[in-house]
């Protein structure tokens, strides 16, 4: 049964999230969401397949950016690369994905919309770092694909601009991709849903 559903964890590396020197401002507060989301998505699946025999209904992509030296710290293999959320082993339908990206958009790579299609997605809950780069270049991306998209509020941050700090460029993203048509909901009102009815679903519903 296809699974209408992923949730695309974006760019959520050792460098922007738990390095001291280089993470981002709430990079603690977008970590403490991403483990919850992910923490009640896998008890879905789980009692959904285990003790229902029932399709998870979803798949999880983990989007990874590399870069060379010259451009900065993302090097493949390297720690600062590493992802925080890993995919999980030994899942019996093949459920979670890594897709790699060199450039804002996740979906530079055609591997992404391969997967997606394949599993007959048709709608993507979207979070991760940073905000106004690679989540938001992900999601028009996902808008101008044909997908319906749920961005996660609170579980999306970025680096503070002389002009501007995190939260207020969260505020301005969020209302950007609403202006496309996205639903931007909080990821604490997201995850009630989904454990009241015992799927994951996207966009918020």
């Known amino acids: 049964m296809p699974s209408k559903t992923a949730i695309l964890v974006v760019d959520i590396q050792n460098s922007l999230a738990t390095n001291p020197c280089t993470k981002i401002p709430h990079a603690a507060r977008v970590c403490e969401a991403g483990t919850s989301i992910l923490q009640v998505a896998r008890q879905i699946r789980d009692t959904r397949v285990r003790e229902h025999s029932l399709p998870p209904g979803f798949?999880?992509?983990f989007v990874q950016h590399q870069e060379s030296p010259e451009e900065g710290l993302l090097v493949f293999g390297t720690d600062p690369w590493g992802l925080v959320f890993k995919p999980r082993q030994g899942l019996e339908n093949g459920e979670d994905f890594v897709v790699a990206k060199s450039v804002r958009t996740s979906f530079s790579n055609p591997?992404?919309?391969?997967?997606?299609r394949e599993h007959g997605v048709e709608e993507l809950v979207i979070f991760g770092i940073?905000?106004?780069?690679?989540?938001?270049?992900?999601?028009?991306?996902?808008?101008d694909a044909g997908f319906a998209i749920t961005l996660l509020s609170g579980a999306h941050s970025t680096y503070p601009e002389p002009e501007a700090r995190p939260e207020e460029i969260e505020a301005q993203v969020e209302a950007r991709v609403r202006a496309r048509g996205a639903t931007v909901v909080r990821w604490e009102d997201a995850v009630e849903v989904w454990e009241k009815k015992g799927q994951v679903l996207g966009p918020y519903q």
């Open 59 to 61: 798949i999880t992509v």
């Open 111 to 116: 591997v992404l919309e391969q997967i997606l």
């Open 130 to 143: 940073q905000s106004e780069c690679c989540v938001e270049a992900t999601c028009h991306g996902a808008i």
